[in-house]
């Protein structure tokens, strides 16, 4: 379930916009974040550390924009392994990898990254997907904490509708999806080479060094994480 409305990332949604491939980018994304902060209630100074972040990471992914592949702005949240709101800004260029480099300050490059982490719980990169074109690239993501307003007892998802959502999910942006059940009522998908369970609360797979568990809500994430995955296992295996 990918849309542009914030009221759906409670209940396993994202929001995903294209941003401008100029120097407008940055600007782009703080005024999305900010907005879709603000429906979400979170309070003024998450949101500023967030507008902030935000513009480091689309300025950074502006210099790998190119004419065939905008930069994306994503956002969505999860609850493992603590409760979190994830921006993501995907770039098409996986030659070019963020480097921080804390110790000197003059570093334009390593100060604007440094920065994220001081503000954000939690950052990373790793290779994925468009969620809009399905072009392969890299995203560059960094989390903060949920409001403590959050719902969590309202967020139930049936098995059977995050089944068809996280398989329109893998589909859509090029991962080779199937979908069977089982005996006991359980789908699975194979997604290129991971089976993903679908139980009634959670999704559970292997993903080469050991089992994962992400409760239904957390869509977003399941996705993000199977993409990954795939791209990775696809780049490491010769043609």
């Known amino acids: ?32 974040v900010a907005a879709t902060m603000r429906q979400l209630d979170f309070t003024p100074n998450p949101i500023e550390d ?40 995907f770039d098409a260029h996986r030659d070019a990898w963020p480097i921080v480099r804390g110790a000197d300050l003059l570093d334009e490059h390593g100060k604007g990254l440094s920065i994220v982490e001081a ?36 967020r139930i998802i049936d098995p059977i509708t995050a089944a068809d959502w996280l398989t329109a999910a893998l589909r859509s942006r090029g991962v080779p999806t199937t979908r069977r059940g089982d005996d006991s009522g359980i789908s699975v998908l194979t997604a290129g080479t ?32 199977i993409v990954s995955h795939h791209e990775t296992h696809t780049l490491a295996t010769p043609n």
């Not at 994925?128 to 995203?139: E, F, I």
């Open 1 to 32: 379930m990918l849309t542009g409305a914030p009221a759906d990332i409670p209940a396993g949604g994202a929001c995903a916009f294209q941003l401008p491939d100029d120097l407008s980018a940055a600007s782009h994304a703080r005024s999305l």
């Open 50 to 89: 967030a507008r902030l972040a935000v513009s480091e990471l689309a300025t950074n992914a502006l210099t790998h924009a190119s004419s065939r592949t905008r930069p994306e702005l994503w956002i969505w949240a999860r609850t493992r392994p603590t409760p979190r709101l994830v921006v993501s800004v």
């Open 119 to 154: 503000l954000a719980t939690d950052t990373g990169t790793h290779l994925t997907r468009s969620r809009l074109t399905a072009s392969p690239g890299k995203s560059v993501w960094f989390a903060l904490r949920l409001p403590t307003s959050w719902p969590t007892t309202s």
């Open 194 to 225: 991971v089976n993903i369970w679908v139980e009634p609360k959670a999704f559970s797979w292997h993903n080469g060094q050991g089992y994962t568990r992400e409760p239904l809500t957390d869509l977003q994430e399941t996705a993000e994480r």
